[in-house]
Nanobody
Framework: QVQLQESGPGLVKPSQTLSLTCTMS??????????YSWIRQSPGKGLEWIGY???????AYSPSLKVRTTISRDTSRDQITLHLSSVTPEDTAVYYC????????????WGQGTQVTVSS
């Protein structure tokens, strides 16, 4: 059974880099043809797609966040990592990782989410 679990600091200071890890159990992140996305939800707002990394290690990013975002992976640990640089309080959100079948597929599996607050 596939499970995704996000982890990382719950509090980040403005201008610093937010780093989160998603660990998958019940399979390999290199298995074709799955994609692993990072998605966030800010207070009072809808879901916002941040980017993904494919089963082959190719990333893609939201145009609005591209300059600040890096998504990478460690296949030996089945982990996907998100780095979001130069954060501001507007980056405060619940961050989720999710898996889809294909880059445009629906998210079939979600992590429980992790709250990140940007504050000094």
């Amino acid at each position: 059974q596939v499970q995704l679990q996000e982890s990382g600091p719950g509090l980040v200071k403005p201008s610093q880099t937010l780093s989160l890890t998603c660990t998958m159990s019940g399979g390999s992140i290199a298995t074709r043809y799955f994609y692993y996305s990072w998605i966030r939800q800010s207070p009072g707002k809808g879901l916002e797609w941040i980017g993904y990394i494919s089963y082959s290690g190719i990333p893609a990013y939201s145009p609005s966040l591209k300059v600040r975002t890096t998504i990478s992976r460690d296949t030996s640990r089945d982990q996907i990592t998100l780095h979001l640089s130069s954060v501001t309080p507007e980056d405060t959100a619940v961050y989720y990782c999710a898996r889809s079948d294909g880059g445009a597929g629906a998210m079939a599996y979600w992590g429980q989410g992790t709250q990140v607050t940007v504050s000094s």
